[in-house]
């Protein structure tokens, strides 16, 4: 289904600032300003832009450990989640979260643990209380080819399919779960199969066109609202960077790697934006500088932020009531 220019135009501008936060991640990971570990999404900003452009606020959220994408988009100003991956004190979590576990309630971003599959049990909850309490937003859960491989991941299709819970099971098969190819994992070539046994409706589709990311998010979205049960999108993409920032990736050939950079969502959607839409050069440079202008006043604001304080450390972690011992 083709988008109108309007929407496509916003899809880039999403796509592109994906791309060029992470830009700047990679750069001060590289450089040791970020502390632990970040999982880069590059090449795969179609699936996370395509999916919360297709949910609305309310509706749940779950990014996974490379989410970095989903969050940017889910409602929180994109500086707050910068400082928040630098672990500045300015940072929407108080800079405790770091990358893996960027969360905002006020804007349903359930955020991440760092538990593969756990997020498919979480979800179970919301999905159920929108249920309970008659209203209709789904929960959406961003996993990948590896994590499918969790326990935890079926027993919850099973549950949402029994129970027809609201639940979009957005599966990224990017290929690999750290080094190992998702053939060496799965027996089925077509993940999107594993829907079948629990009579999940499923797709698989091109996760690096923007236009059916949406357009099947969107069907998969409705099913849920109107309260068809769970579904399960099979997205395959690619990213191109290893498993985290600063993996050399020396397990996959570069054959490959050069292939899906030819498939660059981007520059697909660029191309329809042109040769399709007539959108012109300028007002792509436009859009670009735009970002590039926001994002170097994320970077000020963040590098401008504190370290949280010592003395801060056990806050949230213990919560504050007392305890009559008794005699
Ligand atoms: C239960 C559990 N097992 C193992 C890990 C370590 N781990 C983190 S990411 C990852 C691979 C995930 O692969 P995939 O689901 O394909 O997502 P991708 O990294 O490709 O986006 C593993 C094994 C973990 N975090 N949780
Ligand atoms: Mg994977």
């Not at 989640?81 to 309630?105: C, K, L, P, Q, Y």
């Not at 604001?301 to 305890?323: G, I, K, M, N, R």
Request: with cysteine.
């Amino acid at each position: 289904m083709a988008l109108n220019k309007e929407r496509l135009k916003s899809l880039y501008r999403d796509m592109y600032l994906i791309r060029n936060f992470e830009e700047l991640i990679k750069e001060y990971a590289a450089n040791g300003t970020i502390p632990g570990f970040v999982h880069l999404s590059t090449g795969q900003e179609a699936c996370e832009a395509g999916v919360v452009r297709a949910l609305r606020t309310t509706d749940y959220k779950y990014p996974d450990h490379r989410g970095h994408g989903a969050i940017l988009l889910c409602g929180t100003d994109p500086k707050y989640v910068m400082a928040e991956i630098f672990g500045r004190a300015t940072g929407i979590n108080g800079g405790r979260g770091g990358s893996m576990h960027v969360h905002d309630w006020s804007c349903h971003n359930h955020g991440f643990n760092g538990i593969q599959g756990s997020t498919c049990v979480t979800a179970l909850g919301t999905a159920f209380a929108a249920k309970y309490r008659h209203t209709d937003d789904v929960s959406a859960i961003f996993m990948g080819d590896g994590t499918l491989g969790e326990g935890t991941c079926h027993e919850s299709m099973n549950m949402a399919a029994t129970w027809k819970l609201p639940v979009i099971y957005c599966l990224i098969n990017n290929g690999y779960a750290i080094s190992t190819p998702s053939k060496e994992a799965h027996p089925q070539e077509e993940l999107r199969q594993w829907a079948d046994g629990y009579g999940v409706p499923s797709w698989r589709i091109d996760g690096n066109d923007i236009e059916a990311v949406v357009e099947i998010t969107e069907e998969a979205v409705n099913l849920a609202r109107k309260g068809k049960g769970p579904s399960l999108i099979e997205f395959v993409t690619y990213r191109w960077q290893g498993h985290f920032a600063g993996d050399p990736a020396s397990y996959r050939p570069a054959e490959e790697l050069e292939y899906w950079k030819k498939r660059d969502p981007l520059i697909l959607s660029k191309k329809v934006l042109i040769e399709r839409e007539g959108v012109t050069q300028e007002e792509i440079s436009a859009i670009e500088n735009e970002v590039d202008n926001e994002l170097q006043a994320c970077l000020k604001f963040t590098l401008d932020s504190p370290w949280p304080v010592a003395c801060d450390a056990l806050t949230h972690v213990y919560e504050e009531f007392s305890v009559e011992a008794r005699q």
